[in-house]
Structure formats: structure tokens, C-alpha cells
């Protein structure tokens, strides 16, 4: 039973606890983020590892002025808890409830939505070089100066912006405190050089006593001269080298701290008080443990990060068993098509960016080592480095999230697509992602992917296309995109239509309205078309297949033919497949008046449920059947048979 945390209405709260309390109050927030998990899936291990950190940070920092970034914001639920918002904390994930990603639109203590990972050092340090300008400005000599501090998790470092911030960080040399949460994980485990040099700091956590330690004794030493002045600073230099890896970010202007238990309040509190009016860049490295407090999320951090709901079994702070089972998706079958193609051909490679469990390809990297390729939160490097695997005759698939391959824009452009390199990009949570809202819902990759020469852009219609789509796209000489959501999966009973360049499958044709489906909505459209045929219309359904080449014989036809064509995309309308589809009719000179395009609207789209953003969106069979019939274009037939009579 919650005691302490229902009375703290804000942060300044926190400051009338005892120890004693602040340490029931911990608990208190672990046992909430356990208590919700039992209504709800959420983000879960990541934020039981940062209780205390969120805690010592509002107690040593007043962040109604100073200035806190999360890296990445699913850990940011402590912080939720002690800024006001317990009351609401039931509707996390919720349409219309909290969001569970920072929102500046709920709390003045998020100051961006934050839900890529990477960013928080770079925008940390412009908040705190804009805040140094304005108080510049109002030129007031009674000014405080704002702390600014961006926490940021060991799997998040290694992303290339990290280091370009770093690098602008010590330049500048302002005040700026960077965090860095190790907890050995990323989602999935840390990997590569820089999460070996972490581990070895891990290892020495006397490292700072020991730096005290030769300050103290070198100060003893008497100088007698330049050579001996070098000496002793190398002796300092390799003391770090041996015993942390904190000498790589010193070398970059940084004051490196730590590391620190991160589970110990007082002692971070301490450190915190420390270094709060140091001059400079500050590192402080902050050991947690990913799942601290529940035995089960410390032990499997990886299924714990987002796992299913719990079973309510036994007491209340005791996780028994998860709920297992439910339906297959779209990623199951793209990840069972990758480890068959593997098997069949040694030049396919699968490159993905800290997201193995995400697209479910953990057989993949058990059975194929060598051929599985995890960059970390590294997307640009990641097709960067695919199109140095495709130049020397490997087919590298790369499987990342769409809404995370916009980080690699440039390098579609330059390393791949100018190159015409033969990558295959598959693009998982392409669409509305549901309660990850809008830093995660794949809304743009049809637009940016459809820009570029030599790109062959696709989306399956539904299960029964994956598996020839990524065959048919692995034997293509030039780059592939293609698309598939984060959902159940879904199927049409059919004869399936073989995958060939630029061809769409005509499912049914329609003589009043032909629903042209791009993706795996395809299924929704048959539904939706077998209800207008109850209306007494003749109405077909097309799976488009290709946005790029677009299939312009069988798509115009139906815009010549047809009085009302509804393009259905589980995307942005603006430069989408319906965009497309108009394009190519204007080129043609063809009327467009009866083209409705269907698709996801020009704002950010809200975080709640898949089935109830896709309702709200008009993209249910619902939403779909309603478009057809207010059509402007319906009596379109009506007329001509009028005309003919007249």
C-alpha cells in the first residue's frame, strides 16, 4: 500500500522526507511500476534500475529552472511518479492517458519527447549554451545560472551524435552534466569495443579513491624540472588507462566521476552535490542494474523490458509468471522468411541496430554468428556499413524499425541508392505502433523511401506476401524497401498473384468502387468491400504491392474506369501511395476527381491502441465503408447512365 507517494504533488515534496522515507519511497515507486504491469504491458526493468538516480536528481536540482534530458525516455516513469503525476499513472500507454515516453505537453519537467535514443547530450548542451545567452540578454546581475544535465543509457552512447556532442560539449567547455546510466544493457545486451572499455570501468570502482590518492602523493613529489613534470602526468594518464574507461572522455574535455552505485541514494546524492558547481564538462559514470528490485527483471532484463502482462500470483511485490502465448505478427513470418533465406544462400546477411529481440531475430543470431550483424544504436553506420557488404557481392538484409531508419537518410542516399547497391531494407513497425505513440509509429518511411533513383519501394498485403517479397527482393540488382507493421498477423484466401516488378495483384474488379490497398490493410479492404457489396455496389479490391515502380496499367485503368478509387495506407498521406497514384493520373490527364485517399493525417498521431488509432484514423472496415459511400464521385455512374437516357 502506497503511503508516501500519493503526497508528493511535486518534487519539492521530496525534500520533507526523512532517509528513512526516501528510502520507503523507492519502494514504494517500484512497487507501482509492478502494480501497473499487472493492468497493462509497459516499459519495466529499465525503470526499476533508475528509481534512486530520479530521486537524487530532484533532490539536488530544482527542474522547474535547471534543465533534465532522459536518454532514452522509457526509463522516465520514476520521474513521472515524482513530478505530480501519480494520480494518472493508470492511464500510462492509454489513449488520452500519459504517454509512456516524456511529453512537454503533460509536465513542464519534460522539456522534449524524447524516444530515439542518442540525442539527450547534443540537446542538453544547446539548452544550456541558449540559457547562458538569454541570461546574457536580460542582463541581470542577480541571475542564476541553469544546471543542464542529460541522462543517458551505455546502450544509447556509442550512437555516432553522441560523440559529435561529446566533441562540441568539450570545446565549449560550459557546465554541463552528462550522466551516463550503465546498466550492461541496451534492450538487448550492449555490444562492440566501447561496451568492453564500460565493463572494465565497471570492474574498478576504486578508481576515484585511487585518483585521490596519487594527487595526494604527487603533490608531495618535488618538481625539478620539465622531464619529471612529463612523467608524473603520464604515470597519472596510464593509472587511468589501467583502471577505468574513463580516460577516453577526459580526453575529451570531460571531467570523468565514477562510477558510482546508482542504487545508493546517499552516496549519489553526495556525488551530485559534488559536482553540481563544477566548472566544465562533467561525466559521472552511474552503475544500475536493469530490473533492480524484482528479482525476475533483474535476471531477464530482456524480456522484461516491455513483457507482457503479469499473472496476479501471490503477494503484491512477487512476479510469479508472465502471460504467454498470444497471436503471431508480421514479424514473426519476416524473421522465419530471413532464417530461411540464410539457410539457402551464405551471401545473406542480416545487419540490425540494437533491436534483436524487436525483430525477433535471436535463431538468426544463435545459428548464423558470423552472418548477424548488431551495430548498436548506430542506424546511419549500420547502412553505411551495408553498402560496403553489398559492394563486395554480399546481400545484406537490414532490418530496423522505420521510424528509426530516418536516422540514416543521408546514407540511403549516398552509400546505397547513389551507388545502386542491391541492400534489402525491411522496415518493422512500419505504421501505427499503438502505445508507443508518435516518436515510434512508422508514418514516413513511404515518402522518404520513394525519393530516391534506383529504389524499388513494397509492402506486402498481408502474411501470404512476406516471404516471396523478400525472395523476389534479394534477387534484385538494386536497393529494396519494404514495409510491414507492427500487428496480428492477417490473410486473404486466394491464389496468390507471384511477386514481379511493378505489378499489383487485382484481387476483384469493381465497376462502382475499387478500394487499391498499399499494405497489409489489403485484408481490411476484402472486409470492407464485402460490406459495400451488401449496399447492392460492385466493388473490387486491388493489393498494390509497389508504390515504386507503380503499377500504372492496372491503377489508371481503374481511375479511368472506375467512378470512386479509395486509396487505403497505414501511412502520411502527404508523398504517400495515394500522392503517388494522383501523380501518375495527372501525368496521364486523367480526371482525379474520384480518387480518395485514405491514410494517416498531417500531425503526429497520439499513442493508444492499434485498433483504436486505426478507428479514429478511418482505416477500419468502418472508416473504409463510410469514405466510399460519401464519396463526391458516387453518382459518377448515376449521371452517365442519365445522360445516356437524355
Known sequence: MNTLL????????????????????????????????????????????????AVAL??????????????????????????????????????????????????????????????????ALGLKVGDDLMDGISREESVEERHSIAVIGDGALPSGIVFEALNNAGGLKKNLLVILNDNAMSICPRVGALAQCLDQARLTSFYQDSKRQVRDLL??????????????????????????GGMLFEELGFRYIGPIDGHDLPT?????????????????????????????????????????????????????????????AYTDVMSGAIYNVMQEDPRVTVITAAMCQGNKLEKVRSEYPDR???????????????AGLAKSGIRPIVDIYSTFLQRSFDQIFQEVALQNLPVTFCLDRAGVTGP???????????????????????????????????????????????????????????????????????HEWGEDVMLIAYGTLFPTCVKAADRLRADGLSVGVINARFVKPLDRTTLLKAVEQVPVVLTVEEGTLEGGFGSALLEAANAAGLDTRGIVRLGLPDRFVEHAERGELLASLGLDVDGICMAARRSPMQSKKEQAVAVERG
Not at 525516455?73 to 516524456?102: A, N, S, V, W
Not at 511529453?103 to 524516444?115: I, Q, V
Not at 523478400?470 to 529494396?480: G, Q
Open 6 to 53: 500519493p503526497q508528493i504533488k511535486s518534487p519539492v515534496d521530496l525534500h520533507e522526507l526523512s532517509d528513512a522515507e526516501l528510502s520507503q519511497l523507492c519502494q514504494e515507486v517500484r512497487d507501482e511500476l509492478v502494480r501497473v504491469l499487472t493492468i497493462r504491458p509497459t516499459h519495466f526493468a529499465s525503470n526499476l534500475g533508475v528509481v534512486e538516480l
Open 58 to 123: 530532484h533532490l539536488t536540482f530544482d527542474f522547474r529552472r535547471d534543465r533534465l534530458i532522459w536518454d532514452t525516455g522509457h526509463q522516465i516513469y520514476p520521474h513521472k511518479l515524482i513530478t505530480g503525476r501519480f494520480p494518472q499513472f493508470d492511464t500510462i500507454r492509454q489513449r488520452g492517458g500519459l504517454m509512456g515516453y516524456p511529453n512537454p505537453h503533460e509536465s513542464p519537467y519534460d522539456l522534449f519527447m524524447t524516444g530515439h535514443a542518442g540525442c539527450s547530450v547534443s540537446t
Open 219 to 244: 603533490a608531495k613529489v618535488p618538481l625539478v624540472g620539465g622531464m619529471a613534470t612529463q612523467a608524473i602526468e603520464q604515470v597519472k594518464d596510464g593509472l587511468k588507462a589501467i583502471l577505468t
Open 268 to 328: 549519489l546524492r553526495r556525488w551530485l552535490r559534488d559536482v553540481k558547481n563544477h566548472k566544465g564538462p562533467v561525466l559521472l559514470h552511474v552503475l544500475t542494474q536493469k530490473g533492480h528490485g524484482v528479482p525476475q527483471a533483474s535476471a531477464d532484463p530482456v524480456t522484461y523490458h516491455t513483457p507482457p502482462v503479469f499473472e496476479k500470483i501471490g503477494p503484491e511485490r512477487t512476479i510469479l509468471a508472465l502471460k504467454r502465448g498470444g497471436a503471431r
Open 372 to 386: 548477424f550483424f548488431d551495430t548498436g544504436i548506430c542506424e546511419s553506420h549500420a547502412v553505411a556499413f551495408a
Open 436 to 506: 508507443d505513440g508518435p516518436t515510434h509509429h512508422g508514418a514516413f518511411d513511404t515518402p522518404y523511401m520513394r525519393l530516391f533513383p534506383n529504389m524499388v519501394v513494397m509492402a506486402p498485403g498481408d502474411e501470404l506476401d512476406i516471404a516471396p517479397m523478400l525472395r523476389f527482393a534479394l534477387a534484385e540488382n538494386s536497393p529494396v524497401s519494404l514495409r510491414y507493421p507492427k500487428a496480428n498477423l492477417e490473410k486473404v484466401d486466394r491464389v496468390v498473384t507471384p511477386v514481379e516488378l511493378g505489378q499489383a495483384e487485382v
